[in-house]
């Protein structure tokens, strides 16, 4: 069997430049490594409802999880009175 396609399986997005992003603000470009980072701060904020449920998941299971682990040691302390020996020079 052949199968051709004349379409690519995966289209190159064009890339805005940052000044054309709505909402974007003004952030002066200070080196190249910048403009990534307002895109990546970006998109983190854009999906802060996602990272803030997987946290409260996280949260809420490990509460539960350290409640149903059972206890493995028992610790058990006993304050002794001091010996009825007198030591040292009395007065």
Request: one cysteine or more.
């Amino acid at each position: 069997m052949n199968y051709t396609c004349s379409a690519p399986a995966r289209q190159a997005v064009p890339e805005l430049p940052e000044h054309n992003l709505p909402g974007a603000p003004r952030v002066k470009k200070t080196s190249q490594g910048s403009g990534n980072l307002v895109a990546y701060v970006r998109l983190l904020w854009e999906h802060r409802r996602v990272f803030a449920r997987v946290a409260l998941g996280g949260l809420l299971a490990s509460t539960l999880l350290v409640f149903l682990i059972p206890v493995r040691f028992e610790c058990t302390t006993r304050l002794m009175p001091p010996e009825s020996s007198q030591s040292g020079a009395s007065l």
